[in-house]
C-alpha cells in the first residue's frame, strides 16, 4: 500500500511543476515589448588614402647574369722552342702588373736567323755599291769611247774623199771602215752594259726587301719567344713548365685582365623594351617626323645608352655591389628563357675589392644586374597592393562602364577610391606594368584622385568613409618611384596603409 501511495505523490508533484511554468510563460509574452526602430546609423570607416600626384618614374629592368672578363689573353706559341725562363708567381690566381715577364723560350736559332738575314742585307747593299761604281766607270768608259768614234767617222770620211781623188789606196779605206765599225761595237756595247743597270737595281731591290723580310721575320719569332703581361690581369689556367720543350701553336697559359669585366645578363623582353623605349633617341628629321630609320643604324645610336643606370650585384649578398654601364644589347634571345641578352661593363672590378667582405667581381660569378631610366612623361604610381583583381560584378557594382579594350601588355584592374563626398567607390583602371612594390597607372585615374591603401571590411560600394590622409606614405611611393635601385631600406611600414 506505500509503494503506490509514493508514486502517486511523485507523479502529482511533476504535474504541479509543468503546469507552474506553463503559467510563466504565458504571462512573460504577455508583458514583453515589442522591438523598437533606431534611426542612427553605423559608424563610418576611418581608411588611410593618399592623393594621387604625377611623379618621374625611373623605369627598372632587372636580370641575372655570369661576370666575365671584358679582355682576356690566350697565350700561344707563334714558334717553337724549350723554355729557359719561367716567372715565379706563373700560377693560377695570381695577380701580375702589365709589362712582367711570365715565359721565354730559347731564342738562340733565332738570334742566328737575324745575324744570317742581316748579313745578307749588308752584301747586297755591298753590291748595290758595286753596281753604282760600274755604272759610273761604264759612263765614263762610254764617252771615252764615243769620243774616239768621232775620230774615227772623221778619219774615214777624211780617208773616202781621198781615195775619190786617188791619193788614198783601196787598202786603207777598208782599213779606215774596219777601224770605225770596231769602235761602233765598242760605244754599243757599254751602251747595252748601261741599258741592263737599270734592270740589276731592280733585282738588288727585290733581293734587299726580301732580306728585310726574312730580318723582320726573324726579330718578330726572336720576339715571340717573350711573353710579357699587355696590361695588368690574373692568370686563370697554367700549362706550361720550365725547360719543357714548346710546340707551335700551343697553348700556354691564360688570363684575365683586371681593367674591366662584363656581365651577359638575361633581362625578361617586356622590361628592356619598356626601358630602352623611354630612352629612344629621335631619329627623324623635325619636318619628317614619319621618316623611317635607317636599317644601317647601330642600336645605340637609336638608344641614348648613357641615360641608363646599371648596377652589378652579387646574388647572395646584394651589398657587395659595382656601379656599371649599358654597352650593348647582344643579338638574338636566349633559346631557353627566351629573354633578352644585354651586356654591361664594369670598370676595375679589382679596384675596391677588400676580400671576404667585398670580394673582386671575378669570372663566374653568378650577379643580378639593374638598369634603371627616368620615364620621358611622370606617371601616375600607387602601391602594388592597392590594385585588386577584377571581376565583372565589381566592374559595374558603382554603374561605371568597364574600360574600353586595354591596350596591348595592359591588365585591366581595380583601385578602391574616394569620390567628392568621401564615399567607396570601386574603379577599374588599367595598369600599364607594375615594378616592385609599384603599379603604373595608365588609365583610370586623375591627378588629385584619392586612392584608398587600407583593405576595407565590408568593402560596401558607396558607404561613407572617414579619410585619413597619409602623407608619410605618400613621400615614400614617390622616393621609391624616382629610386628604385637604391639600396635597400630599413624594415617601414607596406605601401599599403596601416592596416595589415
Same mark, same amino acid.
Given at each position: 500500500?506505500?509503494?503506490?501511495?509514493?508514486?502517486?505523490?511523485?507523479?502529482?508533484?511533476?504535474?504541479?511543476?509543468?503546469?507552474?511554468? *506553463?503559467?510563466?510563460?504565458?504571462?512573460?509574452?504577455?508583458?514583453?515589448?515589442?522591438?523598437?526602430?533606431?534611426?542612427?546609423?553605423?559608424?563610418?570607416?576611418?581608411?588611410?588614402? *593618399?592623393?594621387?600626384?604625377?611623379?618621374?618614374?625611373?623605369?627598372?629592368?632587372?636580370?641575372?647574369?655570369?661576370?666575365?672578363?671584358?679582355?682576356?689573353?690566350?697565350?700561344?706559341?707563334?714558334?717553337?722552342?724549350?723554355?729557359?725562363?719561367?716567372?715565379?708567381?706563373?700560377?693560377?690566381?695570381?695577380?701580375?702588373?702589365?709589362?712582367?715577364?711570365?715565359?721565354?723560350?730559347?731564342?738562340?736559332?733565332?738570334?742566328?736567323?737575324?745575324?744570317?738575314?742581316?748579313?745578307?742585307?749588308?752584301?747586297?747593299?755591298a753590291?748595290?755599291?758595286?753596281?753604282?761604281?760600274?755604272?759610273?766607270?761604264?759612263?765614263?768608259?762610254?764617252?771615252?769611247?764615243?769620243?774616239?768614234?768621232?775620230?774615227?767617222?772623221?778619219?774615214?770620211?777624211?780617208?773616202?774623199?781621198?781615195a775619190?781623188?786617188?791619193?788614198?789606196s783601196?787598202?786603207?779605206?777598208?782599213?779606215?771602215?774596219?777601224?770605225?765599225?770596231a769602235?761602233?761595237?765598242?760605244?754599243?756595247?757599254?751602251?747595252?752594259?748601261?741599258?741592263?743597270?737599270?734592270?740589276?737595281?731592280?733585282?738588288l731591290?727585290?733581293?734587299?726587301?726580301?732580306?728585310?723580310?726574312?730580318?723582320?721575320?726573324?726579330?718578330?719569332?726572336?720576339?715571340?719567344?717573350?711573353?710579357?703581361?699587355?696590361?695588368?690581369?690574373?692568370?686563370?689556367?697554367?700549362?706550361?713548365?720550365?725547360?719543357?720543350?714548346?710546340?707551335?701553336?700551343?697553348?700556354?697559359?691564360?688570363?684575365?685582365?683586371?681593367?674591366?669585366?662584363?656581365?651577359?645578363?638575361?633581362?625578361?623582353?617586356?622590361?628592356?623594351?619598356?626601358?630602352?623605349?623611354?630612352v629612344a633617341?629621335v631619329?627623324?628629321?623635325?619636318?619628317?617626323?614619319?621618316?623611317?630609320?635607317?636599317?644601317?643604324?647601330?642600336?645605340?645610336?637609336?638608344?641614348?645608352?648613357?641615360?641608363?643606370?646599371?648596377?652589378?650585384?652579387?646574388?647572395?649578398?646584394?651589398?657587395?655591389?659595382?656601379?656599371?654601364?649599358?654597352?650593348?644589347?647582344?643579338?638574338?634571345?636566349?633559346?631557353?628563357?627566351?629573354?633578352?641578352?644585354?651586356?654591361?661593363?664594369?670598370?676595375?672590378?679589382?679596384?675596391?675589392?677588400?676580400?671576404?667582405?667585398?670580394?673582386?667581381?671575378?669570372?663566374?660569378?653568378?650577379?643580378?644586374?639593374?638598369?634603371?631610366?627616368?620615364?620621358?612623361?611622370?606617371?601616375?604610381?600607387?602601391?602594388?597592393?592597392?590594385?585588386?583583381?577584377?571581376?565583372?560584378?565589381?566592374?559595374?557594382?558603382?554603374?561605371?562602364q568597364?574600360?574600353?579594350?586595354?591596350?596591348?601588355?595592359?591588365?585591366?584592374?581595380?583601385?578602391?577610391?574616394?569620390?567628392?563626398?568621401?564615399?567607396?567607390?570601386?574603379?577599374?583602371?588599367?595598369?600599364?606594368?607594375?615594378?616592385?612594390?609599384?603599379?603604373?597607372?595608365?588609365?583610370?585615374?586623375?591627378?588629385?584622385?584619392?586612392?584608398?591603401?587600407?583593405?576595407?571590411?565590408?568593402?560596401?560600394?558607396?558607404?561613407?568613409?572617414?579619410?585619413?590622409?597619409?602623407?608619410?606614405?605618400?613621400?615614400?611611393?614617390?622616393?621609391?618611384?624616382?629610386?628604385?635601385?637604391?639600396?635597400?631600406?630599413p624594415?617601414?611600414?607596406?605601401?599599403?596603409?596601416?592596416?595589415?
Amino acid at each position: 500500500m506505500k509503494p503506490i501511495l509514493t508514486s502517486l505523490s511523485r507523479g502529482l508533484l511533476i504535474l504541479l511543476g509543468l503546469g507552474g511554468g *506553463i503559467a510563466l510563460a504565458a504571462f512573460l509574452i504577455s508583458h514583453a515589448r515589442a522591438p523598437q526602430h533606431s534611426d542612427s546609423s553605423a559608424p563610418a570607416p576611418t581608411l588611410g588614402v *593618399i592623393e594621387l600626384q604625377p611623379v618621374t618614374l625611373r623605369i627598372e629592368a632587372r636580370g641575372l647574369g655570369t661576370a666575365r672578363s671584358a679582355e682576356r689573353w690566350q697565350a700561344v706559341a707563334n714558334v717553337a722552342g724549350r723554355v729557359v725562363e719561367r716567372h715565379p708567381d706563373l700560377e693560377s690566381g695570381n695577380l701580375l702588373p702589365a709589362g712582367t715577364l711570365l715565359l721565354a723560350l730559347d731564342p738562340s736559332r733565332y738570334q742566328l736567323a737575324i745575324a744570317e738575314a742581316e748579313a745578307e742585307r749588308e752584301r747586297l747593299t755591298a753590291e748595290q755599291a758595286q753596281l753604282e761604281v760600274e755604272a759610273e766607270s761604264t759612263r765614263r768608259l762610254l764617252a771615252l769611247e764615243q769620243e774616239r768614234l768621232d775620230l774615227t767617222e772623221q778619219e774615214l770620211a777624211r780617208i773616202e774623199e781621198l781615195a775619190k781623188s786617188g791619193s788614198a789606196s783601196r787598202s786603207q779605206l777598208d782599213e779606215q771602215r774596219r777601224a770605225s765599225a770596231a769602235q761602233r761595237r765598242a760605244v754599243a756595247t757599254l751602251e747595252n752594259e748601261l741599258s741592263l743597270i737599270p734592270s740589276r737595281r731592280q733585282q738588288l731591290a727585290a733581293q734587299q726587301a726580301r732580306a728585310a723580310v726574312l730580318l723582320a721575320q726573324a726579330k718578330q719569332d726572336l720576339a715571340d719567344t717573350r711573353f710579357e703581361a699587355p696590361y695588368a690581369l690574373r692568370l686563370s689556367e697554367v700549362d706550361v713548365e720550365l725547360h719543357q720543350y714548346i710546340a707551335p701553336g700551343q697553348q700556354l697559359f691564360s688570363a684575365d685582365s683586371l681593367a674591366a669585366a662584363e656581365v651577359e645578363a638575361q633581362i625578361p623582353l617586356g622590361m628592356l623594351r619598356r626601358l630602352l623605349g623611354s630612352v629612344a633617341t629621335v631619329a627623324a628629321a623635325p619636318n619628317m617626323p614619319n621618316a623611317p630609320i635607317p636599317e644601317t643604324r647601330r642600336l645605340d645610336e637609336r638608344m641614348d645608352f648613357s641615360a641608363v643606370s646599371a648596377e652589378v650585384r652579387l646574388v647572395g649578398d646584394e651589398q657587395v655591389r659595382w656601379p656599371a654601364e649599358l654597352t650593348r644589347v647582344a643579338s638574338g634571345l636566349d633559346p631557353v628563357t627566351r629573354s633578352a641578352r644585354v651586356v654591361v661593363r664594369v670598370a676595375h672590378p679589382y679596384r675596391d675589392a677588400s676580400p671576404p667582405d667585398r670580394p673582386p667581381l671575378q669570372p663566374g660569378m653568378l650577379t643580378q644586374v639593374r638598369l634603371s631610366a627616368a620615364s620621358p612623361e611622370p606617371q601616375l604610381v600607387v602601391p602594388a597592393a592597392a590594385v585588386h583583381p577584377a571581376t565583372e560584378d565589381a566592374k559595374h557594382a558603382d554603374g561605371d562602364q568597364p574600360l574600353a579594350g586595354s591596350r596591348e601588355g595592359h591588365r585591366t584592374r581595380l583601385v578602391y577610391r574616394l569620390d567628392a563626398e568621401d564615399r567607396f567607390r570601386r574603379t577599374p583602371v588599367e595598369v600599364a606594368f607594375e615594378q616592385g612594390g609599384l603599379a603604373v597607372i595608365a588609365a583610370g585615374l586623375a591627378p588629385g584622385d584619392r586612392v584608398i591603401v587600407d583593405e576595407p571590411l565590408p568593402a560596401i560600394d558607396g558607404m561613407q568613409v572617414n579619410p585619413r590622409p597619409d602623407p608619410a606614405l605618400e613621400a615614400r611611393l614617390k622616393d621609391e618611384a624616382q629610386a628604385p635601385a637604391q639600396a635597400p631600406q630599413p624594415a617601414q611600414t607596406p605601401l599599403v596603409g596601416a592596416t595589415p
